[in-house]
């Protein structure tokens, strides 16, 4: 006996959610069923909305309902961009409250085995924008595994025959972390980018 | 700055699914975000056949669309019984075709801090179930945690002032573990329940 199309449907649709497997999908499949139907309504209203409401920044990639609360916030400092691979990256970002600048999401990073191409992660149209706003720094918050080294090099290499600055946010330790449950890796460049007490963060490396 | 109103709307209905917290509900919203309308279309027709299709069966718990396939069933045993906890495990149980009776769906186990009593998770449903099938035997099925274990010989006393016998899935070694890998209780059960090798399965305990 096989469970029933709706729930084969259900699943199937988690299924396409990252993160979600066969497993995970059939067991949330059937707490849907489980929830009242207040709640999938507003869960039906909420992926609807997500398809009529929710607009893409054709400048910077983030997600809005009215007009992009970066881009056309005159305050932002438009020579600046920092390069992010989701949304929520920048969130977090503006959560810290230490940069003033405007964004660029990528769709993800550079993988030759995944067909992710500078074209289809939008480095091009990241040239463009950083083109026609005369950036004079690009700033990479990328992830630290091996395609978003290789996505970095790459868009630093682009961007240094263009003359355009291109930094990266600074590796470290995690302020309050405590030194012995650190990888080695983020130690070595501690010491690497290790900085002056009197410069208040100036770089060594 | 905030996610948008519809991406927070998102992220509190996956996480109203179990297992679902604050970080992973975000993630999953920002993922339907990418998904393609013509997935997010399937998405939103799931949840809303998971509201106008589906139906539980108001002797047995169990879902379905046209019609119970286990009560309905004039070729099962219906003075067997099994219990069980989530509809999930009746699939599993069909699939290993060993049982031809019939199935009683509980809403949980048995949890006072949870504030699921004898009568909200269906046990007085099931003892109804039982007289209107003119039940000989009642079969547990339930989870081996405490909660499972209080369910199951709440039950078992309950069913035994009626003269029904209520009996238990076997515990024991899975089929294909290898020895060193099982938990203690598990190897206990399994020699406390250890059967003859000529009665083919006969329990000795």
């Not at 084969?8 to 059939?26: F, H, S, V």
């Not at 600046?80 to 999401?105: L, P």
């Not at 961007?159 to 995690?174: D, E, H, N, S």
Request: with cysteine; aromatic share 6%.
């Amino acid at each position: 006996m096989e469970p029933i199309k709706t729930i084969l449907a259900l699943a199937d649709a988690y299924k396409k959610l990252p993160g979600i497997g066969p497993k995970t999908a059939e067991r949330l499949a059937y707490a849907t069923l489980r929830m009242s139907p207040e709640d999938r309504e507003l869960f039906i209203q909420a992926i609807q909305d997500s398809m009529d409401k929710v607009k893409r920044c054709p400048h910077c990639g983030f997600y809005f309902e009215e007009s992009c609360p970066l881009c056309a916030d005159p305050s932002r400092d438009h020579h600046q961009i920092m390069v992010v691979c989701d949304s929520k990256d920048i969130i977090a970002i503006e959560k810290a409250k230490g940069y003033g600048g405007i964004y660029f999401v990528l769709d993800g990073t550079l993988s030759p085995l995944r067909n992710k191409t500078p074209e289809s992660i939008g480095i091009l149209r990241l040239l463009k924008e950083a083109e026609e706003n005369g950036a004079s720094e690009i700033i990479l918050a990328l992830p630290t595994d091996l395609d978003g080294e290789t996505t970095a090099l790459y868009i630093a290499d682009l961007f240094a025959k263009k003359g355009i600055k291109v930094t990266r946010l600074a590796y470290g330790i995690p302020v309050g972390t405590n030194l012995e449950y650190l990888d080695n890796l983020t130690i070595a460049q501690s010491i690497r980018h290790r900085t002056d007490m009197d410069k208040g963060g100036q770089d060594n490396g």
